[in-house]
């Protein structure tokens, strides 16, 4: 009874994984955002290509911390087969952000205030993403 009362616990939305992902998402969140910006303004990319390019910089350094961190198991170890479907979690949302984000830029391209307000919005969208992905399908108990 005991282990279905922690599986359960830890199933839910509020459970310590939702909170560790939160707090792991808001450190990558922070550097997406200085690297994208810095990507944007230095090298004067669009804002769709400098968020893809951070996302994916940050994005593939993120299943080791969602392994060993974020939904740490007793069993936790590098997984080709989580890190293949963690790849195609990044891949979904990655096509969120970047479809979100040049949806916003051909309405109206941004100055650099606007531009990081898009990169936001689709930051947004790519964390929902992800972390449903990642929560029920990458790093379920099962896998």
């Known amino acids: 009874m005991n282990a279905y009362r922690d599986l359960s616990r830890e199933s839910r939305p509020t459970g310590r994984a939702s909170v560790r992902y939160l707090v792991a998402a808001v450190g990558a969140f922070t550097l997406d955002l200085v690297l994208a910006m810095i990507l944007r303004e230095a090298l004067g990319?669009?804002?769709w290509l400098a968020a893809g390019i951070s996302f994916i910089v940050l994005g593939v350094?993120?299943?080791f911390v969602h392994e060993h961190w974020t939904f740490k198991?007793?069993?936790s170890r590098a997984s080709a087969g989580r890190f293949v479907r963690n790849m195609a979690a990044l891949a979904a949302a990655f096509t969120a952000?970047?479809?979100v984000i040049a949806a916003m830029e051909a309405i109206y391209?941004?100055?650099t205030l606007l531009?990081?307000?898009y990169i936001v919005i689709g930051a947004?969208?790519?964390?929902t993403v992800n972390f449903l992905l990642n929560r029920f399908w990458v790093f379920t108990a099962s896998k």
């Open 45 to 47: 990319l669009p804002v």
């Open 61 to 63: 350094g993120a299943y």
């Open 73 to 75: 198991r007793a069993e």
């Open 97 to 99: 952000r970047i479809g």
């Open 109 to 111: 391209d941004p100055e």
């Open 115 to 117: 531009a990081a307000v």
């Open 124 to 127: 947004g969208v790519s964390l």
